[in-house]
């Protein structure tokens, strides 16, 4: 039982931040933003300081991180408040090839995913479908033959219908699809996942800017052709893939939001020691005083099951992961309305302003809780799991027999 | 980071285990599951066996009948006394006074008292609180005045947990009203059976005793029952608070009670099905399962920091100190407002007759005195608003 960071992570963190300070500064950022949305500069930047590479696997020209190598990345991230796209490519995109492609996918797309020339996007959400990543109405039909599962190798899929809040759809090269293959819009089974060339015909891309800094996209579909090559993993199957991939960007996600709300908190607590009002500094009134601990509270919990999240990523055990990932996210969730609504109150109306980081910050926290999931989302998902406490079920059975 | 236990770790469990299977007596684990309330003698037999072992104080060093552990080892003990149910180790003497008397006191005082703590002989109670000081606790009043090789001390404790089965109580006494009021305080050891005591107890609202006043007219106290210097007591009580700070949170207890939660409510029906199976009542639960569930990961972050810090010589408690204290209490507060909630109507019957003995009626009676007796986590050893005061002070620095 060790929580403390290996060298490699402590010197990663370190380089990160060290960078993110100074290159990706605030005012920066803001450029970038009111920009074109990402910085081609700061991509390159974070490919030489070898973040790309953290989720890939070594025969694939990465490091083949853990998913503690994620947190630190991620929470770094978070504090930095980037808003590249990392996620979509690194975090998610690349999670898809890893655990859904074939070796012909991986080795065609990760080196080039790892030395920042290849950038992905997941396309999953629908209008309708809200956190439902089974409610899929995007079709795929077979194309030459009604029976799919015995189609010719080369019998590929037609693919048509729209999705939305693609994150960094417009940025990408490739966009990771899901789509329903058969049954109904919400059968779990029936789900394809396919890897699409955005510059394919039929394929319409319509960027805009999200609430949070970031930018993301509406996607159209059309009678847009792809091979069977294009299937990651197993045709109608591929609801259990995008379950496990949803879990690597649940666990990195939390990261980012412990980032933020640990620079949220030291923020509030540097405006705190600072603004007067009475002739005194504000934090030095009890109710403000005590809010700052609930918010060091609510921060110390969330980040204890981000921790517990990374680790349990990678567990192989599925009942294992599950009970962490959603427990994170709802640990986050609670935390992320009660650190940014704090934060935002405590700093009064200078709270409300574009001018001040902490407005930001609160922005991509609270979108980050909309993301992959809300926390009755996966509170409702960790009831389901019915979990038992081990150790002491039997004798409380026993009591009440 | 490495979030599971080593292979050592797993077998220190396994011994533990194996011992308290074997020494646990059914009918104390039967009442201490149950929710039942416990004698002097049943406490202290439990004590008795545990010190026999050699396990009683983890946290004090070798050379005064400490066991060596780690911190994660600690952890791990406590972890698995609560799992299976055995009756708390009082923390009077043991967790409090001990530690003080090891830190502070001289070795007459040792070589006295911390083998009758660790044996048993002798129980202590902590004489701190008093009618007009609580949260600020320094305001204290009971006065102790030098005559001689005696203090005569005069004036009220009030609080005091479990006074009437004490052999002794430390007790936080003014001996400087001239000085500022942190200034004129210090620490005393006092006979219970001295003359001029009385104890009188406070019947709480699920009328149980567990709380006392003790009152002191004209009590003789020896003055090598002083520990460390006069006026340095606040000094004392303060190294006491920051003591033993992980198992505050009560992590293994509290999962306990979870299980026993789940298992109530799902024998409650609604709607035709099991409380369980209701989503505002499962949403609840699992709201909570999830708090507890970061509040062991940040306990056990807690222990892997002391960990790291002991291998470097430092340490010192710090904000985490305080949030396990809120976090803990808030956990095991709602753990007991869910067991109300779950049985509805049946909380009403108050059969305090039974709450002696888990054969006696269902394991449902004690439930709602329980969930009485339970606002007092978030009011004692500082309340959770002093907690609160704290983690500012420490983050803020102001």
């Not at chain 1, 805009?208 to 052709?225: E, K, W």
Request: charged share 20%.
């Amino acid at each position: 039982m060790d929580f403390a960071f290996s060298e490699e992570q402590t010197q990663l963190r370190d380089a990160l931040r060290r960078y993110l300070s100074q290159q990706y500064t605030f005012e920066a950022r803001k450029k970038i933003i009111h920009g074109s949305g990402t910085s081609d500069a700061a991509w390159t930047g974070l490919a030489e300081l070898g973040l790309m590479g953290v989720p890939v696997p070594e025969p694939y020209g990465g490091f083949s991180g853990t998913g503690v190598d994620m947190l630190v990345v991620m929470e770094e991230l978070g504090r930095g408040l980037v808003v590249e796209p990392y996620f979509a490519t690194a975090v998610m995109g690349a999670a898809f090839i890893k655990h859904g492609g074939s070796d012909a996918h991986k080795t065609a797309l990760l080196p080039n995913v790892a030395d920042g020339s290849l950038k992905l996007a997941c396309a999953l959400t629908e209008k309708q479908s809200r956190h439902e990543l089974h409610n899929v109405m995007l079709s795929g039909t077979a194309q030459g033959n009604d029976a799919r599962r015995s189609a010719a190798p080369d019998n590929g899929f037609s693919l048509n219908g729209s999705k939305t809040v693609v994150l960094h759809g417009a940025q990408a090269d490739k966009l990771i699809v899901s789509a329903r293959t058969s049954g109904a819009a919400r059968d779990k089974s029936g789900i394809t996942v396919f890897v699409v060339d955005k510059a394919a015909a039929g394929v319409t891309v319509h960027d805009y800017r999200t609430i949070d800094g970031m930018r993301a996209a509406d996607v159209t579909l059309v009678n847009v052709g792809v091979g069977r090559d294009a299937v990651l993993g197993k045709v109608d199957e591929g609801y259990a893939l995008i379950e496990r991939v949803a879990q690597v960007g649940v666990a990195a996600l939390c990261a980012e939001a412990v980032g933020c709300m640990a620079a949220i908190n030291e923020q509030t607590i540097e405006y705190l020691k600072t603004r007067k009002q009475f002739g005194v500094v504000i934090g030095k009134f009890q109710s403000l005083q005590h809010r700052a601990a609930e918010m060091f509270m609510e921060f110390e919990q969330a980040r204890s099951l981000a921790y517990l999240a990374s680790v349990k990523v990678d567990s192989a055990d599925a009942g294992e992961r599950a009970r962490a990932i959603h427990a994170a996210k709802v640990r986050a969730g609670r935390a992320i309305r009660f650190v940014g609504q704090s934060a935002i109150q405590m700093h009064g109306g200078m709270g409300m302003t574009d001018e001040l980081a902490v407005s930001h910050f609160f922005k991509r926290i609270s979108m980050i809780e909309a993301t992959l999931g809300d926390t009755d989302h996966h509170l409702a998902a960790f009831a389901a799991l019915g979990s038992v406490q081990e150790n002491t079920t039997a004798q409380a059975a026993a009591l009440t027999a | 980071m490495e979030l599971n236990y080593t292979a050592a770790d797993e077998a220190f469990r396994a011994e533990i285990r194996t011992w308290l299977n074997a020494h646990l007596p059914a009918d104390l684990q039967a009442k201490v599951l149950g929710h039942r309330r416990l004698s002097k003698q049943e406490f202290l037999s439990w004590h008795k066996t545990v010190a026999a072992k050699g396990w009683v104080a983890p946290g004090w060093p070798v050379e005064w009948g400490g066991t060596g552990w780690t911190p994660t080892q600690k952890h791990i003990f406590d972890e698995e006394c609560a799992g299976a149910g055995t009756p708390q180790i009082m923390p009077f003497g043991i967790a409090m006074v001990g530690p003080v008397i090891m830190r502070f006191g001289n070795e007459g005082q040792k070589r006295h008292y911390l083998p009758r703590i660790l044996d048993g002989t002798d129980w202590w109670c902590q004489g701190y609180s008093e009618p007009g000081s609580g949260s600020d606790l320094a305001s204290l009043k009971t006065r102790a005045e030098r005559r001689g090789d005696k203090y005569i001390v005069n004036g009220q404790k009030t609080w005091t947990t479990l006074a009437q089965h004490a052999d002794m109580i430390f007790c936080l006494v003014r001996t400087d009203p001239e000085v500022k009021k942190q200034e004129g305080i210090s620490f005393l050891l006092i006979n219970m059976k001295s003359p001029g005591i009385t104890v009188r107890p406070i019947v709480t609202m699920d009328e149980d005793a567990e709380v006392n006043e003790v009152f002191f007219d004209n009590v003789e106290v020896p003055v090598e029952n002083l520990i460390g210097e006069e006026n340095k007591g606040w000094t004392y009580a303060k190294y006491l608070l920051g003591h033993e700070r992980t198992g505050i949170a009560r992590v293994g207890g509290s999962k306990r009670e979870l299980a026993f939660l789940k298992s109530v409510a799902a024998e409650q029906q609604v709607d035709g099905k099991s409380l369980m199976q209701d989503m505002r009542f499962a949403s609840k639960v699992a709201d909570l399962e999830i708090e507890l569930m970061a509040l062991e990961m940040t306990v056990l972050r807690v222990v892997s920091a002391e960990s790291h810090a002991a291998a470097q010589g430092k340490g010192g408690p710090g904000p985490e100190a305080s949030l396990l204290k809120v976090k803990g209490t808030e956990v095991q507060q709602r753990l007991t407002e869910l067991m109300v909630e779950a049985i509805g109507p049946r909380a009403l019957p108050f059969h305090v007759d039974r709450f002696d003995d888990p054969a006696k009626g269902e394991a449902i009676d004690p439930l709602a005195a329980y969930y009485f007796n339970y606002r007092k986590t978030s009011i004692y050893g500082g309340s959770n608003e002093i907690q609160k005061n704290i983690m500012t002070q420490m983050i803020l620095g102001l």
